[in-house]
C-alpha cells in the first residue's frame, strides 16, 4: 500500500522504516521526491542539479544502512559525486564533473541514502548568503523575498519546502547553522574533524570547515552522524571518539545543564531585538525545563578575531584558485569568478607569510580562552544570526561601491584594495547577520541552531548552542528535550511539497 499521500509529515528515519515494512518502495519515494521538486524548486532554486537517472538505478537495486531507501540532496560544493557536475557556485566550474567519490559521499551511500541531485550555493561557500551569478539565488520557503541562508542555502530551502526530510549541509563560517535558523530547521556543526572532507582536502579552511546536514528531526541529524563520522584515510587529526552512538543521547535525559547565554554580538556591533527577545523566553523556557541559566559574556577581542579570520579566508582563495587551474587545466581570468571572490584573491596575495602566521595564532588562542571560560558550564547559547533572514541582495555591495570595486579589479590593485578597506561595507554586512556563528569554527566545538522561535511576521529564528570540544552528546540530548517541549516539525512554510 503507498502512503505517499503523507510522507512529507515523516522524518527520514520515518521514511526509512516505511521501506523495512514493505509499505513504501525506494523507487515510489525518489519518484514522489522527483515531484516535490518540479513542484516548488521553481520558486526556491534549490536543486540546482538533477541526478534522478542515478538515483532511479539506485532505488531498483539492493540498499542497507539505516537510511535504506530515503531520497537525500548533496550539497553543489566540495564533496564530489563521480560523474555528476560540480560547480562549486562558480563560472569556472560551470562544467567540471569529478571522476571520484568524496569519503563523505561514499559513507552517505552506504548509510543507504539515495542522491538526488545537488543544491545551491554561494561560489565556494563564502557567503552567508545563496546568490552565485552563475546560477542564481535561492529563496526562502517562508517568504521568497528573503535569503534561505547560506552557503547551504538550497539544502534548507529544500528542507524546509519538505522536498526532503534530511540534506547535506557544510559549515566553514556557520554554513549549516545559518541556513538552519534561516529556514526553521535543525542544524548541528560537528566538532572539527568529526567528518571525512577528503580525499583532496582533508583540513578545509584549516579545519575552520566541516560537513554533516540540515533535517526536520533530531534524530535524523544524530543518527546521519553516527553513520558517517570517524578518521578517513590520511587523516592528520580527528576528533575524539564518542562514548555510544549520538542516536542513544537523543533518547537520555538531559539532565540539569549549566548553561551560559549571552546576546552580545561577537564578532558585530548590534543584534536585531527580535533575535534578544528569542534568547530571552528560550531562556526562560530551560528554566522551566530545570536547567540553570545565567548569563555570562566570554572575554573576546572581536575585532582582532574578526580580522584574523578575514585574513585566513582572503589568504587562502589565491590557493584555491590555484587548485581550481589545476582541476580544469587552464588559467583562470577575472571573468571565471565574481567579482568579490577576485578581489578576495587579489587583497591575499599581498598578505604576507608574518601576517599569516600572526593572525593563525590569533586564531589558535581563541579556543584555550574558550575552554576556560566553559569550565563552570556545560553549553553556552546565543542567538543564532544578528537578525532574522535578510531580504535577497542586501549583503553584496552597491552603487558607487560596487563600481570602485570592479575598478580595482579590473587593474589587479589587491594592496589598494585592501589600504581603502574597499570590502569593509560587505564585510560589515556580513557580519552583522552573522556575528555569533564563526566563533565556533574557530575553536572546532560543536554548535547548533534550534528552530525554537519566529517573528510575528512568521520568519524563522534560530537559537545557537555550543558546547566543549567534542561533547555533540550534550548538544544531541538538550535538542531531543527541546523538540519535545517546542516542536516544530509540523510548522510549514508557505512554499511547501
Request: charged share 20%; proline share 9%; with cysteine.
Amino acid at each position: 500500500m503507498s502512503l505517499l499521500g503523507d510522507l512529507s509529515g515523516y522524518d527520514a528515519l520515518g521514511m526509512a522504516e516505511l521501506v523495512r515494512k514493505g509499505e513504501v518502495t525506494p523507487a515510489e519515494l525518489v519518484e514522489d521526491t522527483i515531484r516535490r521538486i518540479e513542484r516548488v524548486n521553481p520558486q526556491l532554486n534549490a536543486v540546482v542539479l538533477e541526478m534522478y537517472d542515478e538515483a532511479r538505478r539506485t532505488a531498483a537495486g539492493s540498499i542497507s544502512g539505516p537510511f535504506a531507501g530515503v531520497p537525500y540532496l548533496m550539497k553543489d560544493l566540495h564533496y564530489a559525486c563521480k560523474g555528476a557536475r560540480m560547480t562549486s557556485g562558480s563560472r569556472f566550474f560551470s562544467d567540471y564533473v569529478p571522476d571520484y567519490d568524496s569519503e563523505l559521499v561514499v559513507r552517505t551511500r552506504r548509510a543507504g541514502l539515495t542522491i538526488l541531485g545537488k543544491t545551491n550555493t554561494p561560489e565556494f561557500g563564502l557567503a552567508p548568503i545563496t546568490e552565485p551569478e552563475l546560477l542564481g539565488p535561492s529563496r526562502n520557503p517562508w517568504n521568497t523575498d528573503r535569503t534561505p541562508g547560506g552557503s547551504s542555502g538550497g539544502a534548507a530551502a529544500a528542507v524546509a519546502a519538505r522536498i526532503v526530510p534530511i540534506a547535506h549541509a557544510s559549515d566553514g563560517g556557520g554554513s549549516i547553522r545559518i541556513p538552519a535558523s534561516c529556514c526553521g530547521l535543525f542544524g548541528l556543526k560537528p566538532t572539527r574533524a568529526r567528518t571525512p572532507s577528503g580525499p583532496y582536502d582533508l583540513d578545509t579552511w584549516l579545519g575552520a570547515a566541516v560537513a554533516h546536514a540540515v533535517s526536520i528531526s533530531v534524530r535524523d541529524s544524530a543518527a546521519l552522524l553516527d553513520a558517517t563520522a570517524g578518521p578517513e584515510p590520511g587523516a592528520t587529526y580527528y576528533a575524539p571518539p564518542p562514548a555510544r552512538p549520538y542516536l542513544e543521547e537523543v533518547n537520555t535525559p538531559a539532565g540539569r545543564l549549566r548553561i551560559a547565554f549571552t546576546t552580545k554580538p561577537f564578532l558585530g556591533d548590534s543584534v536585531d531585538p527580535e533575535c534578544v527577545a528569542a534568547v530571552e523566553r528560550t531562556a526562560a523556557l530551560l528554566q522551566e525545563l530545570g536547567h540553570e541559566v545565567t548569563e555570562a559574556d566570554p572575554p573576546l577581542d572581536g575585532p582582532r578575531i574578526r580580522n584574523a579570520f578575514l585574513l585566513i579566508v582572503r589568504a587562502g582563495m589565491g590557493i584555491t584558485i590555484a587548485r581550481c587551474e589545476e582541476a580544469i587545466g587552464r588559467r583562470a581570468t577575472r571573468e571565471d569568478f565574481e567579482r568579490e571572490t577576485w578581489l578576495l584573491a587579489l587583497i591575499g596575495a599581498h598578505h604576507s607569510a608574518e601576517e599569516y602566521v600572526e593572525a593563525m595564532t590569533d586564531l589558535r588562542a581563541v579556543a584555550p580562552a574558550m575552554a576556560s571560560f566553559m569550565r563552570p558550564y556545560d553549553l553556552l547559547m546565543t542567538p543564532t544570526l544578528g537578525q532574522p533572514p535578510i531580504p535577497i541582495g542586501s549583503i553584496r555591495a552597491q552603487g558607487y561601491h560596487r563600481v570602485i570595486q570592479e575598478v580595482l579589479v579590473r587593474l589587479r590593485a589587491g594592496r589598494a584594495a585592501h589600504l581603502l578597506h574597499e570590502l569593509d561595507q560587505s564585510v560589515g554586512n556580513v557580519f552583522a547577520f552573522i556575528p555569533f556563528t564563526p566563533l565556533f569554527n574557530i575553536t572546532g566545538a560543536p554548535a547548533m541552531s534550534v528552530p525554537l522561535e519566529w517573528t510575528p511576521d512568521g520568519l524563522p529564528i534560530g537559537i545557537q548552542f555550543a558546547a566543549p570540544f567534542g561533547d555533540e552528546a550534550t548538544l544531541f540530548r538538550l535538542a531531543a528535550q527541546l523538540e519535545v517541549a517546542r516542536p516544530w516539525r509540523d510548522k510549514r512554510p508557505p512554499v511547501c511539497a
